[in-house]
Nanobody, 116 residues
Framework: QVQLVESGGGLVQPGESLRLSCAAS????????MSWYRQAPGKERELVAR????????DYAEAVKGRFTISRDNAKNTAYLQMNNLKPEDTAVYYC?????????WGQGTQVTVSS
C-alpha cells in the first residue's frame, strides 16, 4: 500500500524557518517526481515546488522562489521542503505529492502557521 506521510509543520513567527519531510513507502521512490503543494483556507491548492525523479529539474512557485528549497534523499525514501524567511501568507496545509504518469499519490498534509 502506498503511503506518503508529511511531518515538520507547526507554528512559527514571521522570518523563522521550518523543514517539512515527506516519507514514502510502497513505491519505488527513485522513479517518482516529488512535489509540494499547499492549500490555504478558501483557496485552491497550489504547486509550491517540484523536483524530477533524478533531481535534475526543479521548479518553484514565484511566491516562494529564493526562500524555499526542495530536496530528496532516495536512500531514505524521503523528500524535504526547507522553508526560510516564512511569511504569514505561507500559512497553509502543505501536501506531498509523488507522481509518475499516470500514477499520482498524496499525503494527508501538515499544517504550517506563520503568525506573530
Amino acid at each position: 500500500q502506498v503511503q506518503l506521510v508529511e511531518s515538520g509543520g507547526g507554528l512559527v513567527q514571521p522570518g523563522e524557518s521550518l523543514r517539512l519531510s515527506c516519507a514514502a513507502s510502497g513505491v519505488t521512490f527513485s522513479s517518482y517526481a516529488m512535489s509540494w503543494y499547499r492549500q490555504a483556507p478558501g483557496k485552491e491548492r497550489e504547486l509550491v515546488a517540484r523536483m524530477s525523479s533524478a533531481g535534475g529539474r526543479i521548479d518553484y512557485a514565484e511566491a516562494v522562489k529564493g526562500r524555499f528549497t526542495i530536496s530528496r534523499d532516495n536512500a531514505k525514501n524521503t523528500a524535504y521542503l526547507q522553508m526560510n524567511n516564512l511569511k504569514p501568507e505561507d500559512t497553509a496545509v502543505y501536501y506531498c505529492n509523488a507522481a509518475a504518469w499516470p500514477k499520482a499519490y498524496w499525503g494527508q498534509g501538515t499544517q504550517v502557521t506563520v503568525s506573530s
